[in-house]
């Protein structure tokens, strides 16, 4: 059971170039979530999903677009990035119920130059 | 909105001991759950402890046990027999709304041999 898996698990983009951040899991959660974490920081959610071709913003969405066709993936599209995307971004999923708990992919550390 | 407030940014404990790290949040939910995530240094988000808010019991988890204090908004967890692999990043992180956490910055947590 491979949980939740994220791709590239590192990237170096230059200034202006986009990305997209692949996101799936495996469980059939309903509700899967990207966040970003700075040097030091906690975690802040980007964009959320309840399910299939349903997404919503979190807390700082811009310069960031999602989708979300199937159940299973969630990927993040950093279109013209910036040196303030910089940073470790993480997938996450979760039924939905028992309390919300969320299940977290390794993380994709990025850097823009 | 939404807050957590993790007050110590830096713990630091001797092997064996015992340690708190302190937790407050802001929620206009009624009913909600609240988490401590650990974070070690492979940037790996695991579920440490859950409680529910309606319960007066506070969970445990092994070593792990949370004080609840619903009234002032609390949410504290102590670890008891610390060990060397419980030195990590600690976050914690009521839900919300139905879909969202929010997370804290976090405390780092040394355990000294």
């Known amino acids: 059971n491979a949980g939740v898996t994220q791709t590239p698990k590192f990237r170096i983009l230059k200034i202006g170039q986009s990305m997209t951040l692949q996101c799936t899991q495996d469980?059939?959660?309903?509700?899967m979530y990207w966040y970003r974490q700075d040097p030091g920081m906690g975690l802040k959610l980007i964009y959320y999903s309840v399910g299939a071709g349903i997404t919503d913003k979190g807390e700082v969405p811009n310069g960031y677009n999602v989708s979300r066709s199937t159940t299973e993936d969630f990927p993040l599209r950093l279109e013209l990035a910036a040196p303030s995307q910089t940073s470790v971004y993480f997938c996450a999923s979760g039924s939905g119920t028992g309390g919300h708990e969320q299940f977290f992919g390794p993380g994709t550390r990025l850097t823009v130059l | 909105a939404q807050t957590v407030t993790q007050s110590q940014p830096e713990m630091s404990v001797q092997e064996a001991e015992t340690v708190t790290l302190s937790c407050t949040y802001d929620?206009?939910?009624?009913?909600?759950?609240l988490f401590w995530y650990k974070q070690p240094p492979s940037r790996q988000m695991i579920l440490v402890i859950r409680q529910e808010a309606y319960k007066q019991q506070n969970a445990t988890e092994n070593r792990f046990s949370v004080n609840f204090q619903k009234a002032a908004k609390s949410f504290s967890l102590k670890i008891s027999d610390s060990q060397l692999g419980d030195a990590a990043m600690y976050f914690c992180?009521?839900?919300?709304?139905?879909?969202?956490?929010?997370f804290g910055q976090g405390t780092r947590l040394t355990i000294n041999p």
């Open positions: 992180g009521p839900p919300q709304g139905a879909q969202k956490l929010v």
């Open positions: 469980m059939n959660h309903n509700y």
């Open positions: 929620t206009s939910e009624s009913d909600y759950y």
